[in-house]
């Protein structure tokens, strides 16, 4: 059971590139979620799920897309990575809104 | 404006000693979660209280609906409990979380 897996761990874009964060989960969760992590502030939501094929937006969506076309994966994109997109990024999910979010070990992403 | 406030932001400890984060929040909730941030960036979830108290080996959490307050209490700590303490909650309304900044905890030999 690996639980939450993030790839990849480490990435540097150059501003206007594009990329894609998976993340996988074994659990047969419903739930997932990214967020993102930068310095001095909290974790904030960019998107989530609540089921294979739907999305929502979080808090901080904007230059951000997403996509769950299977239940046991999430992906982010970014299509145009900008600076203020430097940041830390994790996924999580859980069984349902209720419960515990298990997290991922996240992922590292300078823009430049 | 934050929706969840902790305090202290950071602190250090000498093994041994007991120790209290706190965290207050400003909105509705479902839930209340503490998680435990490793020096690698990992992220465990240790509680989700709802009411009352929870106890967890030398951890125990605590909250207070009315005084939207919570606190998580450290026993006997030990040098392998030196992480980031993060309080987040879960709105009564939608699927959001607010997340606080953190407690950076420190505890020397």
């Known amino acids: 059971n690996a639980g939450v897996t993030q790839t990849p761990k480490f990435r540097v874009l150059k501003t206007g590139q594009s990329m894609t964060l998976l993340c996988a989960q074994d659990m047969n969760h419903e739930y997932m979620y990214w967020y993102r992590q930068d310095p001095g502030m909290g974790l904030r939501l960019i998107h989530y799920s609540v089921g294979e094929g739907t999305t929502a937006k979080g808090e901080v969506p904007d230059g951000y897309n997403v996509s769950r076309l299977k239940k046991q994966n999430f992906l982010l994109g970014l299509e145009s990575a900008a600076p203020s997109q430097t940041s830390v990024y994790f996924c999580?999910?859980?069984?349902?809104?209720?419960?515990?979010?298990?997290f991922g070990p996240g992922t590292r992403l300078t823009v430049l | 404006k934050n929706e969840v406030e902790q305090s202290p932001q950071n602190l250090t400890a000498q093994e041994g000693e007991f120790i209290t984060i706190n965290c207050s929040y400003s909105v509705g909730i479902s839930a209340l979660h503490w998680l435990q941030q490793h020096p690698g960036g990992g992220i465990v979830s240790l509680f989700m209280l709802s009411s009352g108290k929870k106890k967890h080996g030398r951890l125990i959490a605590t909250i207070n609906i009315q005084e939207k307050h919570s606190s998580l209490h450290i026993t006997a700590s030990h040098p392998r409990d030196s992480a980031v303490y993060i309080c987040?909650?879960?709105?009564?309304?939608?699927?959001?979380?607010?997340f606080g900044t953190g407690t950076s905890l420190t505890v020397i030999p």
């Open positions: 999580a999910s859980s069984p349902d809104r209720h419960l515990t979010q298990y």
């Open positions: 987040a909650v879960r709105a009564n309304t939608g699927n959001q979380f607010y």
